[in-house]
């Protein structure tokens, strides 16, 4: 049963990220007072989805940073905006495809990726002007086809254009939590365009990760004809009652595994050196239906199978994050699918208004939108050549969203000059005139239009594809496990270069006035080609659900925490409790210890998708490891003590430090600071990161979208790592809005990182470095210490990708001093005066006075206090 949106978001108030004290909750219904439904407003925020292990950004069309879009028709008098981003603008200083969440690398190169909706009108758009700046861009790329550019348009949203000025058309409301478990996290929004179809966007995360529930985004994509055509945008009607013959909707990305972000949230280097894999997967999977998969991942370095020659053994080094850097085989992919089309639009009024059983909305020429079964995916389309594409051109976008169903849209050739066929496809159709989808007429339905580049690899054959890339999975290469990586492909695999526009489409479909559709698309990452499939079944199993997949899951609500050290220098966890939101058997504690040095193919992301089936401390992981790709052999290129390896970090890996039965909870009960418990961790080490989160735990047997859940349990996420929240909870709160608090929680450096000592600090969920009390200054001669001692270049201490983390630390420092560092001839390398300290810790980050990295060598620090008592020694530095 689908509960009405009405009681499922009742607990929210559109634009303000509500903060609900646990200790007042007793049941997982919100207070009757709060009404959603009715509060509509026209919200600046956009969409930050966070809420599951996949990070990403949703700008609408109707988003206040249009400019950031690239829209051709930004810089137009009234705000014309013809696109919507989902990923990073700027220099990825928003989310944009990151995965496992927290992880600093992303596969997407910045500002990608874009949906635009481009629409047909056989006999010309009502008030078509060639000289009118928002239609201008269309001029002169006719391609040959017939008639004039008068036929096509963007459906493109203007603060002028008619519908613009009501807010139950155009509106945006930020990311927020349906449920006060925060197990469902949606992101809505919709705006009126000029071809007079109504646009509605709606966002669905999970955040439990069971069966790779948290490891997709799905886009609800509402359209609904009004009739009403405004082309110019300018808030007086061309034209009502006008029937669309066809819309589209087109993706354009551009795929770079894999970037690696810095402590400033941008791009750190120009890690790009691995092969850019990316292609479409058409084998079939376990019910014989093809994948359908458009994905993309990293490979080997093109250089190595120049020629497409297959890299001898020792040498086949896919699958590694920052190839520039040898950090380690990590083999994160990337996918969309369109999962399909229905008929009628989403609701505010209920959340599984459109579901999987909602009537198909069929293609232009009476297909299913997708296609099912055998034939899943035949009706979409898939390209990668830049001149038949097109962010600002409208009629070739609405040809490229259509590719498949041309006698050749690029199918044919591999460079930048292409002239496609527009004819209808000659194995679909049995006529029709070019380039006019209405006159086209179907003769064979059974069979499979092949115009785009989908089944390149089986339509014009392996040998006639320039850069071909190498694949290594045996689900989408049947030869893979031979040995043979290339001819075994259903689909095709392709080398990316810059300048390239890779694209997704849909369509086309007509619309009556007043009628609406709704197209349902999935956005997936995990590791190897398992783990995006998987988790594109598990989105389709939650959309079978209607999104309710509590119903089958009830997962246990995540508790708020907070992170301190104690006065004996350890870590002490707070958290609330959480029983009375969704019943629960129990808590655990994870932690992720920073100095650790784990190895990427021991563990690192096979252990990602499972690691939370673990019931007690020290149980052995080993049956929950992914198996690495068995393709891969380079594992001599890893040298040195950090090629290969990782520190854990925000991301994982966790250990499970501690599982705490409902009958034990006496034990740690702590009513103070807002929290309800405390746990104190004896093996943290004073001047040591960590990150901490507690889950609670539902004991029994459950079914999720991949059969039993294993582990006997389902339990909350890590959402709430060393208290990550909505940005404006209190302490003890459990904040319903999104947990993007302006960067990410390790990039220090950047200029929207929270000042110290504030809440909002705390909620970004910032790594916790466990620190000692002020010590009395009867003490600080007998406490003083400095570690690490030696230093030593990617210690312990240090955030190894980091740079700016290379520090020694002074620990047991008293309230007031001055800290004066010498080097072995008595020459002052750096001093500081510390003020009202509060706490026993100070950091130097090896500058000298006059802003220079030291050298190696020894060095002696004097620390004077309480007037002229004073503490010395020294250290060692090895760079």
């Known amino acids: 049963m689908n509960l009405p949106l009405a009681t499922r978001l009742a607990a929210l108030f559109v634009g303000v990220a509500l903060v609900v004290p646990a200790s007042a909750q007793r049941a997982d219904r919100p207070s009757s007072s709060l009404n959603y439904v009715n509060a509509r407003t026209t919200d600046t925020g956009d969409g930050y989805l966070v809420g599951g292990d996949l990070w990403n950004t949703l700008k609408p069309s109707n988003t206040v940073e249009s400019s950031r879009l690239g829209s051709s028709f930004s810089g137009v008098a009234g705000g014309m905006n013809n696109r919507v981003l989902f990923g990073s603008r700027g220099n990825w200083q928003e989310p944009g495809g990151q995965w496992p969440s927290g992880y600093p690398y992303t596969n997407t190169f910045r500002n990608s990726h874009f949906i635009v909706f481009p629409a047909f009108k056989s006999a010309g758009w009502p008030g078509y002007d060639a000289n009118n700046p928002v239609r201008a861009a269309d001029a002169g790329t006719d391609m040959g086809g017939a008639g004039g550019t008068s036929r096509f348009m963007f459906a493109t949203f203007g603060e002028n254009v008619v519908g613009a000025g009501d807010p139950a058309r155009n509106y945006k409301r930020p990311a927020r939590y349906t449920d006060r478990a925060r197990t469902h996290l949606v992101y809505e929004a919709g705006w009126p365009t000029t071809a007079g179809v109504d646009v509605k966007v709606r966002a669905h995360q999970f955040t439990s990760n069971t069966q790779n529930l948290n490891d997709f985004t799905v886009l609800e994509l509402s359209m609904t004809n009004t009739g009403v055509v405004d082309s110019n945008g300018d808030g007086t009607p061309e034209a009502t009652g006008n029937v669309v013959d066809g819309i589209g909707m087109m993706l354009d990305a551009t795929v770079s595994p894999s970037i690696f972000l810095d402590g400033r949230g941008d791009r750190a280097c120009n890690c790009i050196a691995a092969g850019r894999t990316f292609g479409y997967v058409a084998a079939p999977d376990e019910t014989g239906s093809p994948y359908n998969l458009w994905a993309w991942y990293a490979n080997v370095s093109p250089t190595a199978t120049a020629g497409r020659t297959v890299p001898p053994a020792g040498e086949r080094s896919f699958g590694i994050n920052n190839r520039n850097r040898l950090d380690g085989y990590t083999d994160v992919w990337n996918a969309w699918n369109f999962m399909g089309v229905k008929q009628g639009a989403i609701s505010d009024s209920d959340l599984g208004a459109v579901s999987a059983s909602s009537p198909d909305k069929s293609t232009a020429f009476g297909t ?36 498949t169903w041309f006698a050749d849209y690029g199918k044919l050739s591999n460079g930048s000059d292409v002239q496609p066929n527009l004819a209808p496809n000659p194995a679909f159709f049995a006529g029709g005139t070019a380039d006019d989808i209405t006159t086209w007429t179907v003769g064979n339905a059974s069979a499979r239009p092949n115009g785009d580049f989908k089944y390149a690899h089986q339509d014009v054959g392996v040998a006639n594809i320039e850069l071909v890339q190498p694949v290594w999975e045996p689900a989408w290469n049947e030869t893979a496990a031979s040995g043979d990586f290339y001819s075994g492909m259903k689909g ?5 270069t810059f300048g390239q526009a890779l694209t997704q489409g849909i369509g086309p479909f007509d619309l009556e006035v007043g009628e609406s559709m709704t197209i349902v698309w999935v956005a997936a990452a995990g590791f190897r080609f398992e783990g995006i499939a998987d988790a594109v079944e598990s989105a389709r199993w939650a959309w079978d659900q209607g999104w309710d997949v509590d119903a089958a899951l009830p997962t246990p609500a995540a508790p708020d925490l907070s992170v301190e050290s104690t006065t004996e220098g350890r870590a002490r966890v707070r958290w609330t409790d959480v029983s009375g939101i969704r019943p629960l058997d129990g808590y655990k504690i994870w932690r992720a210890s920073q100095y650790k040095r784990t190895s990427y193919q021991d563990v690192g992301m096979r252990l990602q998708d499972r690691y939370q089936e673990q019931n007690r401390p020290g149980e052995d992981i080993t049956p929950l490891l992914d198996p690495i790709n068995p393709a891969f052999d380079a594992f001599d290129i890893f040298t040195g003590d950090t090629q290969g390896s990782y520190q854990p970090a925000e991301w994982g890996t966790y250990d499970l430090i501690a599982t705490l039965p409902a009958a034990e909870l006496s034990t740690v009960q702590d009513p103070s600071g807002g929290y309800q418990f405390s746990f104190v961790d004896e093996n943290s080490i004073t001047g040591f990161t960590y990150w901490y989160y507690v889950s609670a735990y539902r004991e029994g047997s459950f079914t999720g979208p991949h059969g039993p859940v294993g582990g006997g349990h389902i339990e909350s996420s890590n959402m709430n790592r060393n208290g990550r929240n909505a940005p404006d909870a209190a302490d003890g709160q459990i904040g319903l809005g999104t947990q993007w608090g302006g960067t990410y929680p390790y990039a220090d450096r950047n200029a929207e990182y929270p000042a110290a000592g504030t809440q909002a600090r705390q909620n970004l969920g910032v790594p916790f470095t466990v620190v000692p009390p002020v010590a009395s200054a009867d003490r600080v001669e007998e406490l003083i210490t400095v570690s690490p001692n030696p230093y030593k270049i990617t210690g312990l201490n240090d955030v190894r990708n980091d740079a700016a983390s290379h ?22 390398v750096y001093q500081e005066n510390v003020e009202d300290a509060i706490d026993g810790r100070l950091v130097w980050d090896m500058f000298s006075k006059d802003g220079v990295e030291v050298a190696s060598g020894l060095y002696l620090y004097h620390i004077q206090y309480d007037g002229d008592r004073a503490a010395t020694g020294h250290f060692a530095i090895l760079r």
Do not use: C, K
């Not at 997708?370 to 409208?394: D, H, I, K």
């Not at 095709?492 to 990316?496: D, I």
């Not at 520090?807 to 002052?828: K, M, R």
């Open 807 to 828: 520090a020694i630390s002074f620990l047991n420092t008293p309230s007031d001093f001055t800290l004066t560092i010498l080097d072995v001839s008595g020459q002052i």
């Open 368 to 403: 299913h939108p997708v296609g099912e079964g055998a034939r899943r995916g035949w009706y979409t389309s898939v390209q990668w050549q830049s001149s038949l594409s097109s962010l600002s051109a409208s009629d070739i976008a609405f040809r490229n969203s259509m590719a």
């Open 492 to 496: 095709f695999a392709r080398e990316y």
